[in-house]
């Protein structure tokens, strides 16, 4: 998500708390609340406010939301998920596919007006590798960073990386960034980048706003500037893009779907995604150390009755990261009697072979994702069929990732999302090594294939790790997956040129708004 978490583990909410002053105190709807897009602005509601603004060291997703439209990467997926030039406008590889030259594109300013030159590229990836943040992984065969002349990147490494593109372009978490915004020690509060749109203010627990980049590269976006608001409940977020007061939310109540494709007040997208949502079980606490005892529980989840309370029939239920539809999928179905009798007997099955009799698990979810919660009243009514009772502490997202991070958790539950290749989807997840591995799994034929998978050249026997990883990732239960989601989006039909997009991706520099579309 990443992207954590994207975890994630990658990985959407809100709009400020001036629309729900103006609910809550009766006053009339339909009339929009500026917080300084504009008039030719856009107002979005996002399901949660960012945890912080420094690319390199967030990994909520509410973050990457925002900082989309700050920073730029090297490169950058199309809506294809396809890379394409951004800040270099080319670049070549070495016969021995050793070394990767960027050119960099002539005249990009950050937006305090510093020119962009190759050390700020070095600085940028140099600072991740150095201080070991979420995204060093992606680097874990680079020997060098250079700067042989202002406009040229060169990238060494010590063995072919057949995904250097995708790893240094499919998500902002690989964003270059500003060396004096970074040692000011501004970059989490007041980021600088080369972005579509600047920085302009933020209002804790309120909204942040941007403002438009006139001497962006790719040329000055149409609309004046983008206001995050955020809005934790999905029904409110839709009342208010209904009502007029928000252009657009990705916080839409999955049960609203159906019906909203006759509704001519909003434009409606369901997109397939690469996203996916799992549970994890801490594999440091005893007695989730033990394989059989993580197979029991997934023997005993009901994935259908999750899906199915959470979307609304607009995800699919998988029990590996990667979607059927995908290239890169792998068939798996060892879990499919999960939730039934047969399946809660295989669980009791194992149970009995491991000598374990747990009668109380604590379950870590959180309000700013409101299926955590709703997933986790199924699985205790799933569980208690074993004699296990849930204790499902929920808390707000960024108690959430404290956490997670210290351990302090038997389960959780959480999506990634933004992945593209499949590295993303498992590398820093399930890898012994791997930066958001929270779950504490390891397994030795797991680390090798998914090394492997990280320098394999040929498509077919990359795929052949990864197939083989995954598999072994849901029989020994690093993750256990759950499904698949969608990209619910909607906007007002006033809104034009903004796509929704497979990676979850929110990109407004195209965006246009035409008040004789609207309604």
């Known amino acids: ?63 990457f939301e925002v900082l ?42 950050f937006h305090d007006g510093t020119p962009l030159t190759a050390d700020d590229v070095v600085f940028s990836y140099r600072r991740i590798i150095d201080e070991e943040l979420p995204n060093s992984d992606k680097f874990s065969a680079v020997t060098a960073v250079e700067a042989p002349d202002p406009s040229t990147v060169v990238i060494r490494t010590d ?26 020690g501004q970059i989490a509060t007041r980021p600088i980048g080369t972005g579509p749109f600047s920085f302009r203010d933020q209002r804790s627990g309120d909204s942040i706003m941007l403002a438009a980049n006139p001497d962006y ?10 206001t995050y608001r955020f809005i934790s409940e999905p029904s409110t977020a839709l009342s208010a893009l209904q009502a007029g007061e928000i252009d657009w939310t990705d916080s839409i109540p999955p049960q609203r779907v159906a019906q909203l494709g006759d509704d001519d007040s909003v434009t409606l997208a369901v997109t397939p995604s690469n996203d996916y949502w799992y549970l994890a079980l801490n594999q440091a606490r005893d007695p989730w150390d033990d394989v059989r005892v993580r197979q029991a529980i997934a023997y005993a989840v009901d994935r259908d009755s999750i899906v199915q309370a959470t979307s609304y029939g607009t995800a699919e239920a998988n029990q590996l990261a990667i979607p059927q539809g995908n290239p890169w999928y792998t068939p798996y179905d060892r879990y499919r009697e999960g939730g039934s009798e047969d399946g809660l007997n295989r669980a009791r099955e194992l149970l009995r072979e491991a000598g374990a009799a747990p009668s109380n698990l604590d379950m870590l979810v959180t309000t700013d994702y409101p299926q955590t919660v709703t997933a986790a009243q199924i699985i205790a009514d799933n569980l208690s069929s074993l004699g296990i009772t849930v204790d499902i502490r929920t808390v707000d997202f960024a108690t959430w990732l404290d956490e997670q991070n210290s351990g302090n958790f038997d389960m959780l539950m959480m999506g990634w999302l933004g992945n593209i290749d499949p590295d993303d989807f498992y590398y820093a997840q399930h890898h012994t090594d791997g930066t958001s591995n929270a779950q504490k799994f390891s397994d030795p034929e797991v680390d090798r294939l998914l090394d492997a998978g990280r320098v394999e050249t040929d498509r077919d026997a ?47 520099r195209d965006a246009t708004m035409n008040p004789d579309g609207g309604v």
């Open 462 to 508: 990359r795929a052949e790790d990864y197939a083989g990883a995954a598999t072994l990732i849901a029989d020994k239960v690093s993750y256990i997956f759950l499904y698949n989601p969608s990209v619910i989006q909607a906007w007002n039909p006033a809104l034009s040129g903004y796509q929704a997009r497979r990676d979850g991706a929110v990109r407004f």
């Open 68 to 109: 989309e439209n700050v920073f730029d990467t090297l490169v950058e997926p199309d809506e294809n998920l396809q890379m394409q030039p951004a800040l270099a406008e080319s670049w070549e590889v070495s016969p021995d596919e050793l070394t990767w030259t960027f050119r960099l594109r002539d005249g990009v300013v």
């Open 217 to 226: 590269w790719g040329g000055a976006p149409d609309i004046t500037g983008v």
């Open 1 to 63: 998500m990443t992207r954590t978490a994207v975890s994630t583990a990658v990985l959407r909410v809100f709009t400020a708390a001036v629309v729900l002053a103006v609910v809550l105190a009766g006053c009339s709807t339909g009339q929009r609340v500026d917080l300084g897009a504009g008039a030719d602005g856009v107002v979005a509601a996002i399901a949660g406010e960012p945890d912080q603004l420094d690319p390199h060291k967030t990994t909520a997703y509410f973050s």
């Open 159 to 184: 063995r072919p990386v057949p995904n250097m593109l995708t790893n240094l372009g499919g998500f902002k978490g690989m964003a270059i960034v500003s060396r004096r915004n970074v040692e000011s």
